[in-house]
C-alpha cells in the first residue's frame, strides 16, 4: 500500500484557485482509482472526486464545473485544481486510494488545509 502526502492549500479569498498535489511514496500506475476527500469542522468526511486509470473523473456534485481531478502516473501524483473557491470548500483535503466510485479503501494521509476567506 502506497503512502500518501497532500500538499498544497492555503488561504485565499472566494474567487481565487488552488492545487493541491498528492505525492505517492510508489507506482500509482496500477491503480484503477484515485481520489480526493475533504472534512470540514464539525463535519463528516466527504468525497470530493475520482479519477480512473483511463483518464475518466466523477466529481461531487458541490464542486463539479469548479474542480479538475488529474493524474501523473509517471510522477506518482494526482492533482486537485480548484478554481472559484467559495467559503463552503474550507476543510481538509486528503487523497486516497478508492474502491468502486467513491469508497476510501487505503489510510489517510495528514491533509493539506484550505482555507477559503475574504
Known amino acids: 500500500q502506497v503512502q500518501l502526502v497532500e500538499s498544497g492549500g492555503g488561504l485565499v479569498q472566494p474567487g481565487e484557485s488552488l492545487r493541491l498535489s498528492c505525492a505517492a511514496s510508489g507506482s500509482i500506475f496500477s491503480i484503477n482509482a484515485m481520489g480526493w476527500y475533504r472534512q470540514a469542522p464539525g463535519n463528516e468526511r466527504e468525497w470530493v472526486a475520482t479519477?480512473?486509470?483511463?483518464?475518466?473523473?466523477n466529481y461531487a456534485d458541490s464542486v463539479k464545473g469548479r474542480f479538475t481531478i488529474s493524474r501523473d502516473n509517471a510522477k506518482n501524483t494526482v492533482y486537485l485544481q480548484m478554481n472559484s473557491l467559495k467559503p463552503e470548500d474550507t476543510a481538509v483535503y486528503y487523497c486516497?486510494?478508492?474502491?468502486?466510485?467513491?469508497?476510501?479503501?487505503?489510510?489517510w494521509g495528514q491533509g493539506t488545509q484550505v482555507t477559503v476567506s475574504s
Open positions: 479519477i480512473f486509470r483511463g483518464g475518466k473523473a
Open positions: 486516497n486510494e478508492v474502491r468502486g466510485a467513491t469508497i476510501p479503501r487505503g489510510s
